[in-house]
């Protein structure tokens, strides 16, 4: 059941609603994975020169209009990783990227940014482009009628949502097509830039459908050929340009199958950042970084995922496209202090350590978990220092430390730790263990809970660990009887989005106050969560969860209809923690 929920829950993530499954057998498209790519490594051909400029268009659809369960927190994440990680290299300007996130990224601003492109680029020059966001697949609506499958891959945008949620198919196709860039139309605005290299990163579901070489024809007449000329033409202006296009596109997936978590591109970075330097000359090539992306998407998505994705390459680049110089950043930090409990207002020191491989000086971001953050000052590489913080109200904060070296190039996985502040309370029960990539829906039709047994009389917190993508309130209810219809006690809170990182498990804990509740110790007792939000597999508030039986005194719990009958899953236990007296 819990599979269905994820399996469900992932597929809205990249679906946004109405999407129809391709079954693809092009015979036009490059389905080499990883298994099957072996460009030539060895033999690059650098034939960068002074006139050379590298340009970047990043593009992270993280929120999309009035559809918060849509939001991609992590594309905002993404496309700051990737920023930090060209401009590290001297190969990149400031002014030479151009970021498009939030309310900023409608299809009249992407399109807008393109422009920009192609007004300052020429053809000694070097383009970037990423994209990240909803990858929607549609019936092929438009013109081209190039796709063998029939069906036509679209980059949603922050409008798509919105118009794409009508009621009627044809409303909703017509909101796709006006709100979100197609395949075609994204083949058409590259191929307006002249760079000599051009290389797209996508992260998308679906995103095997960007692949469309220039010179791909015009197969199939259409009806809608007569009235759409202007389109008509373009197809057949393309068989004519059978010049190299010099496109290396990097796709985290086939063109029908939905991408899970941001792997991919993660890796990419890395990449980028000099961990695919095979050949050790310092410099990162589009085609390095996939080659050190591919099997680590395999193997990360296979094993934490959902879906197991095999990302793919297009690549019309002669020889290798380059894109950075190496710059490793330090590694993951190690704490070498224990702490899991402190009080309000007392500050605690934690003795880290992390190494850079170029012995750079590193300083760490860290973010304790209150909504506070700050940089350390430069330390030497391999120095053990102390950070001190103190937390000033009681509750569970996870907290997150990264490590970055004087140039900027910053570890993209942070340690991670957790620390449970008291202050009038005691600690009583507690569940901390999560395992990677389970948690359940929380919401009005799906209603959670996890049964406990109380060692002290009174129950005066809880707190629990949701992530959450809207401002919904949160109730939370101590029950008897997980069935009964009053409850003992109840409290809500309204969780606001954060920055959270959830493909990482990055993400904050949520702290309910019950007014001193009186309750029988080593008695079975049922925490209930809901919010008012009716599931249709959306990621809007998640509670995160161990799918093993690692708390002793109790079991997770589910309901399907209402909280009107549950299911008792023995082996599983939510993540919580109970405060008391
Ligand atoms: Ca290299
Ligand atoms: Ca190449
Ligand atoms: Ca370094
Ligand atoms: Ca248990």
């Not at 081209?144 to 891959?153: L, Q, S």
């Not at 010049?243 to 991408?259: A, F, N, Q, Y």
């Not at 004087?406 to 008291?422: A, C, V």
């Not at 009389?457 to 209810?477: C, E």
Request: hydrophobic letters at 35%; aromatic letters at 16%; one cysteine or more.
């Amino acid at each position: 059941m819990k599979k269905m929920f994820q399996l469900i829950v992932i597929i809205n993530l990249v679906l946004t609603g109405f999407g129809t499954t391709a079954i693809s057998n092009s015979m036009i498209k490059i389905n080499s994975n990883v298994i099957t790519y072996n460009e030539e490594i060895n033999s690059k051909v650098l034939t960068n020169n002074e006139n050379t400029e590298y340009w970047g268009l990043l593009i992270g659809v993280n929120e999309y209009y009035n559809y918060p369960e849509d939001s991609f927190i992590e594309m905002k994440l993404v496309v700051e990783r990737l920023y930090n990680t060209l401009i590290c290299s001297d190969f990149w300007q400031e002014d030479h990227i151009k970021i498009i996130t939030g309310k900023n990224a409608t299809r009249k601003n992407i399109i807008d940014a393109f422009k920009w492109l192609e007004i300052n680029e020429d053809k000694d020059d070097i383009c970037f482009i990423f994209y990240g966001g909803h990858g929607i697949i549609s019936i092929e609506l438009f013109p081209p009628f190039d796709e063998d499958d029939r069906h036509d891959g679209y980059l949603s945008t922050y409008w798509t949502s919105q118009y794409c949620s009508k009621p009627l198919l044809l409303l909703n196709l017509l909101g796709l097509y006006i709100t979100s860039i197609s395949d075609d139309k994204f083949n058409k605005l590259l191929s307006k830039l002249d760079s000599k290299g051009i290389c797209v990163a996508i992260l998308a579901c679906q995103g095997g459908e960007f692949d469309d070489s220039p010179r791909k024809p015009l197969t199939r007449p259409s009806i809608f050929e007569n009235f759409f000329m202007e389109n008509k033409q373009f197809s057949y202006d393309f068989c004519e340009d059978l010049t190299d296009s010099g496109r290396v596109i990097l796709m985290p997936c086939k063109e029908d199958e939905g991408v899970d978590g941001t792997w991919f591109i993660d890796f990419l970075i890395q990449g980028f950042q000099g961990f695919s330097d095979v050949n050790n000359d310092d410099l990162c090539t589009a085609e390095e970084a996939f080659n050190y992306s591919a099997p680590l998407t395999t193997e990360y998505s296979s094993k934490y995922a959902f879906l197991t994705n095999y990302p793919s390459i297009f690549d019309d680049y002669p020889g290798e496209l380059v894109i950075t110089q190496s710059e490793l950043p330090p590694s993951i930090p190690e704490s070498f202090t224990n702490l899991s409990t402190g009080e309000v207002g007392k500050a605690y020191n934690f003795k880290i350590r992390s190494e850079d491989p170029d012995n750079d000086l590193i300083r760490y971001y860290i973010e304790w978990g209150d909504g506070t953050y700050e940089y350390s000052d430069f330390h030497q590489s391999n120095e053990i220092i102390n950070l001190s913080h103190s937390w000033e109200k009681e509750g569970v904060f996870n907290f997150y430390i990264y490590s970055e070296d004087i140039h900027g190039s910053r570890n993209i996985f942070p340690y991670k730790d957790l620390i449970m502040i008291t202050d009038e309370n005691e600690i009583d029960q507690i569940q901390l263990n999560e395992s990677y990539y389970s948690f359940y829906p929380v919401c009005d039709n799906i209603q959670v809970g996890q049964s406990f047994k109380p060692q002290m009389n009174y129950i005066s917190k809880v707190a629990v660990p949701i992530f959450s993508r809207a401002n919904d309130p949160v109730y939370l209810y101590i029950k008897k009887n997980i069935d009964d219809e009053e409850s003992l006690a109840e409290a809500y809170i309204s969780i606001p989005p954060t920055n959270n990182d959830f493909s990482k498990g990055v993400y904050n804990w949520a702290v309910f106050d019950i007014p001193s509740l009186y309750v029988n110790i080593n008695e079975t007792y049922y925490i209930v969560c809901k919010t008012d939000f009716f599931w249709q597999g959306q990621q809007r508030n998640l509670w995160a969860s161990n799918d093993e039986d690692v708390y002793q005194y109790g079991s997770l719990l589910y309901s399907t209809d209402y909280g009107e009958n549950w299911n008792n899953c023995l082996n599983e236990d939510f993540c919580f923690v109970i405060y008391g007296k």
